[in-house]
């Protein structure tokens, strides 16, 4: 028998958590259809003596709503063997959108994720209002990777509520009903759920909360009526649990799911400023699995931190007066200027809060501010921060952070870890990853693009957690088949006969992560970090090699997925 594409010899890693074996795989069209021996010949074969071979990742948390729209290659996620995407995360989106919310919902995306706005303008083409047609432009462009999306509540919110959806009014019961029909048509069209935010972390670009900061109790419940009328979905939310504590907002959440009957995932961080919280949120979803309430923690497989440097789009002396001046200076020409002693001793001397307008820089502290070096270092040890090389050297942090950005042509990175690190530790991540319901992901695939590089979690996650006791099996189903049914797919995650031929061969030995750069391939000339992978020998999508060695092959089987 003749089959598209067979793989030789590989170690089968097959998503269930099941300890690996040696085997040959035949794919047919986008169908894997034998794993064991595969006696008949391929069109195309791959040796894969030595390699895992593993189904492909499915990353449940990105944000390539924008991107999507422009761009056919899926990077960063595609390079980390990402296969399937979830998009529309923590209530931000480009649908439901008339012709004059365009620019609320692109300060909104550019102020909560980072994503420039010169590059949403030139980029989205606005062939769509509602959310249905939405996807039919999605729909309409191929890819390297299969996304899917969820139905952004502060989209939903501006639409009904237009300016009292920006000044934090509460819906009424008609705007609720009709927030409940939008739901409801989204998810019959294909989303695969709505999401919402709770955290006073998102903000626009002119620093106002996200319209869905205070959405009460009785409109959440209305969304996700409106979810289970169009055909059920899941409900993905972000929160300070701060009302007035974990518990009092847990609550609402389960009171929500149990309306419903929907199933619900929640981001889950290790906070600096509160570092039991996120043991009593693990607690409560627990309690809430074992009441029957599908309600699931989504946690980072390391430190969610940001690299600040003069090739990205902040640095800690970004607001003094004196840097501003020559901010428009290409990198190594701006580190030159930097080194001048005047121009030194300017900046040094200047306020670096007062003029800034990154709104994390009074969070950053010198005593959790790491050199970002070759290789990446997620974990620096305590002694190696910013504030501890000043004591040792008799400077102050100022000073070293400073020589430190403006050395050679400034392309070094300073590394802040915002959350999961309180202890110096990525205890609280190993903890996440020994909890049966918790859910890896939060990389922001797509978002963030000037001064944070997560796309790479699922590369480092094997590369990291499998040196540290947990099995590569499991490590390959928390990124895999757990994923997918969080989502609701039952057709890939898994490599077994029937399935889709999503696959990864991955040199287990060779797996690094090289550090991010900065690349200019944005709409309207706009740059990003991106942050690629060694190790990938080829990914299969659909039945088709869409990357070989982390290079793409140019086929581009991705599809948009409908839920229904």
């Not at 550019?110 to 509602?130: A, F, K, Q, R």
């Not at 950005?405 to 309180?422: H, W």
């Not at 000339?525 to 999508?541: E, F, P, V």
């Amino acid at each position: 028998m003749k089959h598209d594409l067979v793989i030789r010899n590989g170690w089968v890693l097959d998503g269930t958590g099941a300890p690996g074996f040696q085997a040959d795989i035949a794919l047919d069209g986008d169908t894997i259809t034998t794993v064991g021996t595969v006696h008949g010949s391929g069109r195309e074969e791959l040796d894969a003596k030595g390699l895992l071979v593993t189904p492909g990742f499915v990353d449940i948390h990105t944000h390539y709503d924008g991107q999507a729209v422009w761009d056919s290659h899926l990077a960063p996620s595609a390079l980390h063997g990402v296969t399937t995407a979830l998009m529309g995360n923590c209530g931000v989106g480009f649908a439901p959108c008339r012709a004059e919310d365009r620019d609320t919902l692109i300060e909104l995306m550019e102020g909560v994720e980072d994503i420039p706005g010169p590059v949403l303008h030139e980029g989205l083409n606005w062939s769509w209002e509602s959310f249905p047609e939405y996807l039919d432009a999605l729909e309409r462009k191929a890819r390297d990777i299969d996304i899917a999306a969820l139905l952004p509540h502060g989209a939903v919110r501006v639409n009904v509520m237009g300016e009292r959806a920006l000044r934090l009014e509460n819906a009424t019961s008609e705007e609720i009903a009709r927030m409940r029909a939008i739901t409801a048509e989204a998810v019959a069209a294909g989303a695969f759920g709505t999401s919402t935010s709770r955290t006073i972390s998102h903000k626009t670009l002119a620093g106002d909360p996200t319209p869905t900061l205070k959405a009460q109790e009785e409109e959440l419940i209305g969304l996700a009526a409106g979810m289970a009328e169009g055909g059920g979905g899941l409900l993905e939310l972000v929160s300070d649990w701060n009302t007035p504590d974990p518990a009092t907002e847990f609550a609402i959440v389960r009171r929500v799911a149990a309306a419903s009957g929907q199933p619900v995932v929640f981001s889950l961080t290790a906070r600096h400023d509160r570092t039991e919280a996120w043991k009593e949120l693990l607690a409560l979803s627990g309690e809430a699995i074992a009441a029957g309430l599908d309600i699931r923690p989504v946690f980072p497989p390391r430190p969610i931190g940001i690299l600040m440097g003069l090739v990205g789009s902040q640095n800690p002396f970004s607001g003094c007066r004196s840097y501003r001046e020559i901010a428009h200076l290409p990198p190594a020409e701006r580190a030159a200027a930097m080194r001048e002693p005047a121009r030194r001793a300017a900046i040094l001397s200047e306020d670096r809060v007062a003029g800034s307008n990154f709104p994390l820089i009074t969070r950053l502290h010198w005593s959790r501010m790491f050199p970002f070096g070759d290789p990446p270092d997620y974990a620096p040890p305590r002694e190696a921060s910013l504030e501890a090389q000043a004591a040792r050297e008799g400077r102050s942090p100022e000073e070293v952070a400073y020589d430190l950005l403006c050395a050679g042509d400034g392309s070094a990175f300073i590394f802040a870890p915002l959350t999961n690190f309180a202890d110096y530790t990525l205890d609280a991540s190993a903890e996440c990853l020994r909890h049966r319901h918790a859910i890896v992901g939060l990389s922001d695939g797509g978002a963030h693009v000037g001064f944070i590089s997560d796309g790479s979690f699922p590369t480092f996650t094997l590369m990291h957690w499998s040196k540290r006791g947990f099995p590569m099996e499991e490590l390959i189903r928390r990124q895999t088949s757990d994923t997918a049914r969080a989502m609701g797919l039952a057709d890939r995650g898994v490599l077994a006969p029937g399935m889709l031929a999503d696959i990864n061969l991955i040199a287990e030995g060779e797996l690094a992560l090289p550090p991010p750069r900065m690349i200019h391939d944005l709409p309207a000339g706009g740059k990003r970090l991106i942050q690629g992978a060694r190790g990938y020998q080829a990914t299969i999508k659909r039945g088709q090699i869409t990357y070989r060695n982390g290079a793409p092959t140019g086929r581009l089987p991705g599809r948009l997925l409908r839920r229904h």
